[in-house]
Nanobody, 124 residues
């Protein structure tokens, strides 16, 4: 049974930082592209950032470029999302997801497995 479990969310002031983690089990982690998505209240789920299987390639949404960074540790079956310079508009539930694509992708339909999400709230 595949499980993706996010952690690290919370309440932070604008300009602050958070580090999210997503621990994976039940799959060959290094065989999956990993992505982070987010969904704000009343909005559709949107792509944030993705990382390829080996960690050598990334794809990042323009809205978070230069502020958010993804990394992975295949030995620990974990993907991370570093959130810096947070803004109130970054408030959302953040989800990690796994796709079998070789290259990182922002296409939601490409992702086969999803976590339950972790809430990030940024106060102004």
């Amino acid at each position: 049974q595949v499980q993706l479990v996010e952690s690290g969310g919370g309440l932070v002031q604008a300009g602050g930082s958070l580090r999210l983690s997503c621990a994976a089990s039940g799959l060959t982690f290094s065989a999956y592209t990993m992505g982070w998505f987010r969904q704000a209240p009343g909005k559709e789920r949107e792509f944030v950032v993705a990382i390829g299987r080996s960690g050598g390639s990334r794809s990042t949404a323009n809205s978070v470029k230069d502020r958010f960074a993804i990394s992975r540790d295949n030995a620990k079956n974990t993907v991370y999302l570093q959130l810096n310079s947070l803004k109130p508009e970054d408030t959302a539930v953040y989800y990690c997801a796994a796709a079998t694509n070789v290259a990182p992708t922002g296409t939601i339909g490409a992702y086969k497995y999803w976590g339950q999400g972790t809430q990030v709230t940024v106060s102004s």
